[in-house]
């Protein structure tokens, strides 16, 4: 099993930015890669960003590219999502989550969620 927890949400202004955090813990070791996801009032829950744990690999939201970077470091088991130039349509509750293989099956870990809230 693997634990997570994030830090770093909070309230900015629009084009300021913000850096999260996501620290893993127990099972490190199966995870494959990282990532973020969003969840706005009342829509559901997307991909943000996600870094591959081994290569370093990275993916974005078309919404975020050029304005997000994921990053991970390996010695402190934490992915950081640093988040610049926020506009009003990036409020959301951010969770970090893990995602592991082993054979043919999946497991994804979350963490407890962060609140960003950019204001106009």
């Known amino acids: 099993q693997v634990q997570l927890v994030e830090s770093g949400g909070g309230l900015v202004q629009t084009g300021g930015s913000l850096r999260l955090s996501c620290a893993a813990s127990?099972?490190?070791?199966?995870?494959?890669?990282m990532g973020w996801h969003w969840q706005a009032p009342g829509k559901q829950r997307e991909l943000v960003a996600a870094?591959?744990?081994?290569?370093?690999?990275?993916s974005y939201a078309d919404s975020v590219k050029g304005r997000f970077t994921i990053s991970r470091d390996s010695a402190k088991d934490t992915v950081y999502l640093q988040m610049n130039n926020l506009k009003p349509e990036d409020t959301a509750v951010y969770y970090c989550?893990?995602?592991?293989?082993?054979?043919?099956?999946?497991?994804?870990?979350w963490g407890q969620g962060t609140q960003v809230t950019v204001s106009s």
């Open positions: 870094i591959s744990i081994s290569g370093g690999s990275t």
């Open positions: 989550y893990s995602l592991s293989k082993s054979g043919n099956r999946v497991y994804m870990n």
């Open positions: 127990g099972s490190i070791f199966s995870i494959d890669a």
